[in-house]
């Protein structure tokens, strides 16, 4: 409940009108009172406990609190962004954006990465030229994200009707607006020009199925996380197509490493190619260190032949032609164009979904072998292996741990005590991975929003305080043993249900579809919250003191949610997917109850008239 309220000021008060530092102030100031009010005695007694306070009194309500904020700004950036000189940042509901410069060049740094660059007026007007040509005569365009960098300013010289720009963040586009060139400010009263600020995917979701778009651009997203992954998988790729007209184009670009076409970048860019083609039957390649796809259902629509482009462009009614076409015979070298698709084509290139965003791992994988790390051929191994990775330690510490109880005997107590602690680390593990699961589809069918994550880990954990609250009542009654059964056996069920839940939330309507993932957030927190009194429970009843067995459970429960993040978001759910992921954890689920149930019904000792202990050790 605690975690509901924090997510909730959080979201609706601390991260709309306070910094990072003064939250953070007010959050020591609340955690010193409280060690104070907890130390007893006379007030003096308390003194170290009275130090965070004035601490964070100071820091929330000082007004040297800006400068502090601005020096831990400066400090940071110069350690992510050597060489570029710090212009303005803010911290808003989507993340951390800075405005830096170097020389005469302004960049748009969004949560350490630089997002967008400006002004750059030779590549802006070669990227409008071969976009335009690609879907020569188009009136209607859709591009996400980008202004700043002037590409929408320079297609709306082109004969369009109408564009449609989607940028996610308000408030850093008005932080970065007073730095916009002139032709991007001139830009925003132009009456064919319609800015919305939305989230990507939600504006698609929410889109009617008449409205149809000539060409659609992604060139701001990068698929290096799960949240700018959702603009790479086959079913956002889906739903563009639907709302591109007969003859529409899409295109997007990722990093290609023009010198360096090996197995890494095969395999990562070779997966959105790979994405591309299972939606759109032709796709047009220009190679180079940043690779660009554009793709159509129509035959002949997009096309990788200079001349033709060179054809359409010089044919588009312009009141200048500021791009010297003769350009697009350097840009589009038929034997750079025919080794890059060889290249791409022979990866094996996944299928990149919402459901298994395998692109993003790839990303990982290529980034740790421009790095040299020596990860790179372990992730690869691992890849290959499908789920046994992750089961199978689990299942042979649990075998061996059984075959020695049943060799060697064991204290019936004292296998229930620790069979009890191993299950809370599972559970731990099996909880924050299912929210993980949860989020990931939510950000896919709702949309990415930094304020809505805090609610949604609050409700999850408020689900977690309700289901203790009724595991408690549980274990106070005479079969806890049974009791935990029958709920570790209702969470494996839950997470293979969990699959199919969040599919049909995604194809539920959009009006309704928010508010079915905070329930089905409340709902994973109570289920495997239930489970975890009866795990305490188990874990010190025979030692009649719980600091010590509770401590140890604790730290049982939290290493296994470390651990569950950790592996869940890094490797499972990019692996093996969702449904992987569910039935992966719905077999831990099972696996970890086997020495509870052991630790009640088995003998303690197994009679034997003669020899001696062999297996595997006497005493392993």
């Known amino acids: 409940l605690g975690a509901l309220a924090g997510g909730a000021v959080f979201t609706f008060v601390l991260i709309q009108w306070m910094g990072v530092v003064q939250t953070l102030g007010l959050v020591t100031l609340a955690l010193g009172w409280t060690a104070w009010s907890l130390s007893g005695g006379p007030w003096w007694r308390g003194w170290a406990a009275l130090m965070p306070v004035g601490?964070?009194?100071?820091?929330?309500?000082?007004?040297?609190?800006?400068?502090?904020?601005?020096?831990?700004?400066?400090?940071?950036?110069?350690?992510?962004?050597?060489?570029?000189?710090?212009?303005?940042?803010?911290?808003?509901?989507?993340?951390?954006?800075?405005?830096?410069r170097i020389g005469e060049q302004i960049s748009v740094v969004g949560d350490?990465?630089?997002?967008?660059?400006?002004?750059?007026?030779?590549?802006v007007q070669q990227q409008a030229a071969y976009f335009y040509s690609q879907a020569a005569g188009g009136k209607r365009a859709l591009l996400f994200g980008g202004f700043a960098g002037g590409l929408p300013a320079e297609l709306l010289r082109y004969p369009l009707e109408r564009m449609e720009v989607v940028e996610e963040d308000r408030v850093a586009f008005d932080r970065v607006r007073p730095f916009m060139t002139p032709e991007a400010e001139q830009a925003l009263d132009d009456p064919r020009l319609r800015l919305t600020?939305?989230?990507?995917?939600?504006?698609?979701?929410?889109?009617?199925?008449?409205?149809?778009?000539?060409l659609v651009l992604v060139l701001n997203a990068a698929p290096s996380s799960a949240s700018s992954n959702r603009y790479f998988t086959r079913d956002f790729y889906l739903q563009v197509r639907e709302h591109l007209s007969s003859d529409g184009v899409f295109c997007t670009q990722v990093s290609g490493a023009s010198n360096y076409l090996g197995r890494e970048v095969g395999g990562y860019a070779g997966s959105v190619y790979r994405t591309l083609q299972d939606v759109f039957p032709h796709v047009a390649i220009v190679p180079g260190d940043v690779q660009i796809f554009?793709?159509?259902?129509?035959?002949?629509?997009?096309?990788?032949?200079?001349?033709?482009?060179?054809?359409?462009?010089?044919?588009?009614?312009?009141?200048?032609?500021?791009?010297?076409?003769?350009?697009?015979?350097?840009?589009?070298?038929?034997?750079?164009?025919?080794?890059?698709?060889?290249?791409?084509?022979?990866?094996?290139?996944?299928?990149?979904?919402?459901?298994?965003?395998?692109t993003y791992y790839l990303n990982?994988?290529?980034?740790?072998?421009?790095?040299?790390?020596?990860?790179?051929?372990?992730?690869?191994?691992?890849?290959?292996?499908?789920?046994?990775?992750?089961?199978?330690?689990?299942?042979?510490?649990?075998?061996?741990?059984?075959?020695?109880?049943?060799?060697?005997?064991?204290?019936?107590?004292?296998?229930?005590?620790?069979?009890?602690?191993?299950?809370?680390?599972?559970?731990?593990?099996?909880?924050?991975?299912?929210?993980?699961?949860?989020?990931?589809?939510?950000?896919?069918?709702?949309?990415?929003?930094?304020?809505?994550?805090?609610?949604?880990?609050?409700l999850f954990m408020a689900g977690l305080a309700l289901g203790a609250g009724l595991g408690r009542n549980l274990a106070l009654k005479r079969r806890p043993v049974t009791a935990l059964t029958v709920v570790m056996i209702l969470v494996a069920g839950g997470l293979l249900a969990l699959p199919a839940a969040m599919t049909q939330l995604g194809a539920g309507a959009s009006s309704w579809q928010e508010a079915g993932y905070l329930i089905l957030a409340l709902m994973v927190g109570l289920l495997t919250g239930t489970a975890f009194p009866l795990g305490f429970h188990l874990a010190h009843a025979d030692l009649g003191e719980i600091v010590h067995s509770g401590g140890i459970a604790q730290a049982a429960d939290n290493l296994g949610g470390a651990v569950g993040g950790l592996i869940a978001g890094a490797l499972m759910v990019p692996l093996l997917g969702v449904d992987g992921t569910c039935r992966v954890l719905a077999v831990l689920s099972l696996v970890c109850l086997l020495p509870l149930l052991s630790a009640r019904l088995a003998p303690e000792s197994v009679a034997r008239d003669r020899g001696f202990v062999s297996f595997p050790w006497p005493r392993l």
């Not at 020096?71 to 405005?99: I, K, N």
């Not at 939600?202 to 000539?214: A, G, I, K, W």
């Not at 020596?374 to 499908?386: A, I, Q, S, T, Y």
Request: hydrophobic share 45%.
């Open 55 to 100: 601490i964070g009194l100071a820091v929330a309500v000082s007004p040297a609190t800006p400068a502090l904020e601005r020096w831990l700004e400066e400090l940071r950036f110069s350690s992510l962004q050597p060489g570029m000189e710090l212009l303005d940042a803010v911290d808003t509901r989507y993340g951390h954006v800075a405005l830096a």
């Open 112 to 123: 350490g990465q630089v997002r967008e660059s400006f002004p750059l007026r030779r590549e």
């Open 197 to 214: 600020f939305l989230d990507g995917r939600r504006f698609v979701n929410r889109l009617p199925s008449d409205q149809l778009y000539d």
């Open 294 to 358: 554009c793709a159509s259902s129509t035959p002949g629509r997009v096309s990788e032949e200079a001349v033709t482009l060179e054809r359409r462009y010089l044919a588009t009614p312009l009141d200048e032609h500021r791009f010297p076409a003769a350009t697009f015979y350097s840009l589009l070298s038929a034997e750079e164009i025919d080794y890059a698709r060889g290249r791409l084509e022979a990866a094996t290139g996944e299928v990149n979904t919402d459901e298994r965003p395998v």
């Open 364 to 458: 990982m994988v290529l980034w740790g072998k421009f790095s040299a790390s020596g990860f790179v051929d372990w992730l690869e191994r691992l890849r290959g292996m499908g789920p046994w990775p992750y089961l199978l330690p689990a299942c042979l510490f649990v075998a061996l741990w059984l075959l020695r109880a049943g060799f060697e005997g064991f204290r019936r107590p004292v296998m229930q005590r620790q069979g009890a602690t191993f299950l809370l680390g599972i559970l731990g593990l099996i909880a924050m991975a299912a929210q993980l699961a949860v989020l990931f589809s939510y950000q896919s069918h709702v949309g990415f929003m930094f304020e809505r994550v805090a609610v949604l880990n609050g």
